[in-house]
C-alpha cells in the first residue's frame, strides 16, 4: 500500500511535540522555583519564649485540715483578713460530743482517784486504787487534748495577712485535705511565674526586659522584668521556674495566662535577613544567572522571625528567602 506524503507529514509533527514537551518537563524538573529576600536594616531581638500564669507575690492557697461538711463560711471575696483569722467553720458537731464524752470521763476519774487517795490514806484501800486511778485520768486527759485538737483542726484559718482574692465551695459541702476554699494573698505586686525550658535557662538572668502578651490585653504593650529564677529545675518536664515581676500599673489580672518574651540580646539598627533562608547548615543562598550558589555569612542576633547578618552580605543583597531541601551549589533555580 502507497503511503500519503500528509501522514508522514503529520508523524513528525506529534514527534516534534513531544520531544518539545519532554525537553520543557525535563528543564522544569531539573529547576527549583525560589523566592528572594532583601538583607534590609531593623531592630534585631533575641528572645527566649515561655508561658505563664500571673500570681500575686505573696499569697496562698487554704484548704481543711481534715475532711468534713462545711457548716459556715465566715468571711466574702475582696475582704481584708490577718493572720490566724477564722475563714470557715467545717461541722463539728460530733468532734465536740467526743471532747464532751472524754471530759465526763476525765471528771470520773478525777474523783475517783481522789477517793482512792483518802481510802488508801486510811489504810482501806491499797495504793494500787489510787494509782490505777491516776493512770486511767491521765490517759483520759491526754485523749482530750487530741480530741480538742481534731475540733480545732475543723476551722480553717488565715496563714498570712491579705485580701482574700477568690472563695469556693458553699456551706453544706463535703471537702477534703485537697480542697482549696480560699485564696489569700495581695493584690499588688504581681508577677508572671513561667517555666523555662532548660535549652534555654542558660541565657536568662535577673534585670532582663521580658514582653508580654495577654490575650484580654491584644492591643496593650506589656512588659515586665526577670526578678528570679529558681535554682533548681524539674527534671522530668526539663524547665526552670522563671518569676518575671509587672509594674504596679500594669492592666492583667490574677489568674490570666499570659506569652513572654525574655529579652536575651537587642540591636536598634541592625541587618536582618529572614530567619528561614538560613539552611539548616547554616548556609545563605544567592542567585547568580540562574543558579544557586552559596554565600558565607556570619550571622549574630537571631530572633524568632529576622536574623541578623554581621559580614558576608550588604544591605540590599538578595538571598533565597526558603532553600529547598537539598538544594546544592549550581542547581538550576527560577525566581518567582
Not at 69 to 83: C, K, P, S
Not at 226 to 233: M, S, Y
Request: aromatic share 4%.
Amino acid at each position: 500500500m502507497i503511503r500519503r506524503p500528509f501522514s508522514i507529514l503529520r508523524l513528525l509533527l506529534v514527534l516534534a511535540v513531544i520531544a518539545a514537551g519532554a525537553a520543557w518537563l525535563y528543564l522544569q524538573n531539573g529547576t527549583a522555583k525560589v523566592a528572594l529576600a532583601t538583607a534590609r536594616p531593623g531592630p534585631a531581638i533575641e528572645a527566649v519564649y515561655a508561658t505563664g500564669t500571673v500570681e500575686p507575690e505573696s499569697w496562698a492557697k487554704v484548704g481543711p485540715l481534715t475532711v468534713g461538711r462545711i457548716a459556715e463560711m465566715l468571711v466574702t471575696e475582696g475582704e481584708r483578713v490577718t493572720q490566724g483569722q477564722k475563714l470557715a467553720r467545717l461541722d463539728d458537731r460530733e468532734a465536740a460530743a467526743k471532747v464532751a464524752e472524754l471530759e465526763a470521763r476525765a471528771a470520773y476519774w478525777r474523783e475517783e482517784m481522789g477517793r482512792a487517795r483518802t481510802l488508801a490514806d486510811k489504810g482501806i484501800k491499797a495504793r494500787e486504787a489510787e494509782q490505777k486511778a491516776a493512770s486511767e485520768y491521765n490517759q483520759v486527759t491526754a485523749a482530750i487534748a487530741a480530741a480538742r485538737q481534731r475540733r480545732a483542726d475543723l476551722v480553717v484559718a488565715a496563714p498570712i495577712d491579705g485580701v482574700v482574692l477568690r472563695r469556693d465551695f458553699e456551706p453544706g459541702e463535703v471537702v477534703g485535705t485537697d480542697s482549696t476554699l480560699f485564696w489569700i494573698g495581695e493584690a499588688r505586686p504581681l508577677r508572671i511565674t513561667a517555666d523555662v525550658d532548660e535549652e534555654d535557662i542558660a541565657r536568662v538572668m535577673p534585670g532582663q526586659k521580658v514582653l508580654i502578651k495577654a490575650d484580654a490585653f491584644p492591643d496593650a504593650a506589656l512588659t515586665g522584668r526577670v526578678d528570679r529564677l529558681t535554682p533548681k529545675g524539674d527534671p522530668i518536664n526539663k524547665t526552670f521556674r522563671v518569676r518575671v515581676r509587672l509594674p504596679d500599673d500594669t492592666p492583667v489580672m490574677i489568674g490570666m495566662t499570659a506569652e513572654i518574651n525574655i529579652i536575651t540580646a537587642e540591636k536598634t539598627d541592625a541587618l536582618l535577613i529572614p530567619a528561614a533562608a538560613i539552611s539548616a547548615d547554616g548556609t545563605v543562598w544567592r542567585v547568580v544567572d540562574g543558579r544557586a550558589q552559596p554565600q558565607t555569612a556570619r550571622l549574630g542576633i537571631r530572633g524568632r522571625d529576622r536574623v541578623e547578618v554581621l559580614g558576608g552580605l550588604n544591605e540590599g543583597d538578595s538571598v533565597i528567602a526558603a532553600p529547598p531541601t537539598g538544594l546544592k551549589a549550581g542547581d538550576r533555580v527560577k525566581v518567582e
